[in-house]
């Protein structure tokens, strides 16, 4: 996934600004909007966490920092990273 998410910054601008949020059952924002060269970096250098999917909260965080930075006419790119681990639960629908 992370090997992706870098070919996909490599496409953009320098002027263009990217923030990473990282998620499992918890949310990580990663950067702030950062130029792409920052970016890779920062993406070259996250470590995989296990758990869930809590992808709601982290498109919250997200948007409360695009809002934060919205003055900024450059371009803004949010890019979400999961571990891509599922969190299995069993329902007893017996019960």
Do not use: W
Not at 10 to 29: H, I, L, T
Not at 53 to 61: G, K, L
């Amino acid at each position: 996934m992370k090997s992706q998410c870098i070919e996909l910054v490599k496409g953009f601008n320098e002027s263009d600004r990217v923030a990473v949020f990282a998620f499992s059952f918890k949310v990580r924002q990663i950067t702030s909007f950062e130029s792409p060269t920052e970016s890779i970096d920062t993406i070259e250098s996250l470590r995989q966490h296990g758990g869930g999917t809590n992808i709601y909260d982290t498109v919250i965080a997200s948007i409360n920092e695009f809002n934060a930075v919205s003055l900024d006419k450059n371009n803004k790119i949010i890019i979400f990273l999961t571990d891509d681990m599922t969190a299995e639960f069993q329902i007893d629908l017996m019960r």
